[in-house]
Nanobody, 116 residues
Framework: QVQLVESGGGFVQAGGSLRLSCAASGSFFSTNSMGWYRQAPGKQRELVADITNYGSTNYADSVKGRFTISRDNAKNTVYLQMNSLKPEDTAVYYC??????????WGRGTQVTVSS
């Protein structure tokens, strides 16, 4: 079983930056992808960015050029550096791990609030 613990959310003014972290623990395959989804009030959960253990990345169009995802395989940790934040980035951000055989694990989420 995988445990994902997020940290780094908070309140920031538009144009500011935040860095999210997600540490994985427990039992999981070394071949996996980790990433971030977000869900704003009244909206569906959406992919923000993900990264494979080989370093291949994928971003939502809305965050390209502003957010950067990275990971430290030795620490089983994924990061999301968020720059030039906008009020529309306000959401609960969830860490996710996708493994073989369709195994998916979610963190509890961390709130990001961007004021205008």
């Amino acid at each position: 079983q995988v445990q994902l613990v997020e940290s780094g959310g908070g309140f920031v003014q538009a144009g500011g930056s935040l860095r999210l972290s997600c540490a994985a623990s427990g039992s999981f395959f070394s071949t996996n992808s980790m990433g971030w989804y977000r869900q704003a009030p009244g909206k569906q959960r959406e992919l923000v960015a993900d990264i494979t253990n080989y370093g291949s990345t994928n971003y939502a169009d809305s965050v390209k050029g502003r957010f950067t995802i990275s990971r430290d395989n030795a620490k089983n940790t994924v990061y999301l550096q968020m720059n030039s934040l906008k009020p529309e980035d306000t959401a609960v951000y969830y860490c996710v791990m996708h493994e073989r055989f369709g195994l998916t694990s979610w963190g509890r989420g961390t709130q990001v609030t961007v004021s205008s």
